[in-house]
Structure formats: structure tokens, C-alpha cells
């Protein structure tokens, strides 16, 4: 990771320079967190980037939201801070329209993901409720004691209930490690699922033991979602993690047995 810009002072440009972007092979995390092939999930990742602003032909300021949606198949991802750094280069750059700038985000990001991905241009009231919240069973509340801050999968039990269920399990109080300057990522967390109920208090250790795991979000969530499908078997099963921002960008992973896009929620911390 000697490449990456993260941890390093960097000139800051406002001419647009897309090879500030450093991509990231998924596979080497994969490997790690023994992630089979074929991928045993679907799902997407979805960046939202509060700070990107351009200049007109007249030289006027121009500011915008941006939402990248990147499939999970994509071979790799954009380091987080090589985004912030190349989203910052548009600054003092003129483009003709908003279409430019969405064609030239599209295809650099594109190039860098190894695989198409849907970027989005959004008004500042685009951006989200503030009020969005997980739906279901909040565990933060369970009277519990834990000791657990590495990844322990061996926290997964489950009830002894022959019901079959179907419910949505979250937490708040959800942190990992960034793996390269060691700062906090903080998110919350949710776990849906349909089979054999798990233990909701063994489900809230296992989240809370990787306090101190040094990962990258995306990596974090499939290790969530390959250990809950080995341990305890559902049917179906979703998770999704929407971190908190850093330097104006926040990472939402979402892995799901089932087809389909994520919600695009906010959350109040977000």
C-alpha cells in the first residue's frame, strides 16, 4: 500500500488531473477474509461526495453532489482519499456543462473500477433525509458485557427455536480501523435475514469485536456477511454498513443474497 495517498501530505491542484486516482484490487482483501469464487453475494457500494465543485466557461463556481454506485464484481476499488484528492482537482478547472463533468467523472472512474459504474450528478437537496433511519430491532440496548475487540466469528450462536424468521437486526455502535493511518471508521450496521433466529446479543458481540480490526470498509462488510452465511446458515441474508464521512466522502457497502440496489437512506450521523 506504499502507492497509496493515504497518510501522506500531498500538493493540493486545482487542475484536473485524473491520475490522482489509485485503484485497489478486491481480490487480495477477499483472499484474506477467505471470500470464495464465485462471490456467494450480490451488491453494490455506494460513495456519496459532498465537495465537488468546477467553474464555467465565465469562470463561475459550479457545486454539485456526487453518488457513485459501483457494482461489487468490479475487480477493484478507488482508494478513498486518491477520490478526495482527484474530485479536489476539478476546483479551477472550466467545463462546458454538467454533462461534461458527469461523461469525465464517468469514465475515469470507470477506468480506475476496471468495470462500468452509475455516477450521478445531485442537487444539494438530493442528497438525502437527514431523519433516514435503519428499519427494525435497534440492539444497542441489550444489557451485555463483552472483552471482544478483534474479530471473534466464534461470538455467532444461535437460539434454540426450531421458528423460522425473518427479521432486520442494527447497531450504531459499529467501529473499525482504517488499515493504512489507523483513524477510526465509525458506521451502523445491518444485519437482515431469513432462517434460523440468530442470538441477538451474540450477533451485537460479534459486530462490536472489530473495534480494532484494520480493514477497508468494503472488505469489512463481505467478511460480516461471509461469516453470518457459514455460522448460521439463512436463507437469505443482507448486510449493509453506511459509514460515517471522511474528508467529505462517506462508503455505504451493501452485500445481499438477493438482487437488487441499496437504499439510498441517510443517516443522521451521516
Given at each position: ?162 421458528v423460522h424468521v425473518h427479521e432486520t437486526l442494527f447497531t450504531h455502535l459499529f467501529r473499525s480501523i482504517c488499515p493504512v493511518t489507523g483513524q ?87
Amino acid at each position: 500500500m506504499s502507492s497509496l495517498p493515504l497518510g501522506k501530505e500531498i500538493e493540493n491542484t486545482g487542475n484536473y488531473t485524473p491520475s490522482l486516482l489509485c485503484a485497489i484490487e478486491r481480490r487480495d482483501a477477499r483472499d484474506a477474509a477467505s471470500v470464495p469464487e464465485p462471490l456467494p453475494f450480490l451488491g453494490e457500494d455506494v460513495w456519496n461526495c459532498y465537495e465537488l465543485t468546477w467553474l464555467d466557461t465565465q469562470g463561475m463556481p459550479q457545486i454539485s453532489g456526487v453518488r457513485i454506485q459501483a457494482p461489487c464484481s468490479t475487480p477493484c476499488i478507488v482508494e478513498s482519499k486518491s477520490l478526495k484528492l482527484y474530485l479536489n482537482s476539478f476546483a479551477q478547472t472550466q467545463f462546458a456543462s454538467r454533462s461534461d463533468v458527469m461523461n469525465t467523472l464517468d469514465s475515469d472512474l470507470s477506468v480506475n473500477f476496471r468495470a462500468p459504474v452509475m455516477v450521478s450528478l445531485l442537487g444539494l437537496d438530493q442528497l438525502g433525509n437527514a431523519a433516514d433511519q435503519f428499519p427494525g430491532i435497534c440492539l444497542d440496548e441489550l444489557d451485555i458485557a463483552t472483552h471482544y475487540y478483534d474479530v471473534n466469528s466464534s461470538l455467532l450462536t444461535m437460539d434454540d427455536s426450531e421458528v423460522h424468521v425473518h427479521e432486520t437486526l442494527f447497531t450504531h455502535l459499529f467501529r473499525s480501523i482504517c488499515p493504512v493511518t489507523g483513524q477510526p471508521d465509525l458506521a451502523s450496521v445491518m444485519v437482515e435475514y431469513s432462517g434460523s433466529p440468530i442470538n441477538q446479543a451474540s450477533l451485537l458481540k460479534y459486530l462490536v469485536s472489530y473495534r480494532n480490526h484494520p480493514a477497508f470498509h468494503e472488505a469489512t462488510i463481505e467478511q460480516i456477511f461471509v461469516d453470518i452465511k457459514r455460522i448460521c446458515q439463512p436463507d437469505q441474508l443482507t448486510v449493509y454498513g453506511r459509514f460515517l464521512r471522511r474528508g467529505g466522502i462517506d462508503i455505504n457497502p451493501f452485500r445481499s443474497t438477493q438482487d437488487g440496489a441499496a437504499s439510498q437512506i441517510r443517516l443522521s450521523r451521516q
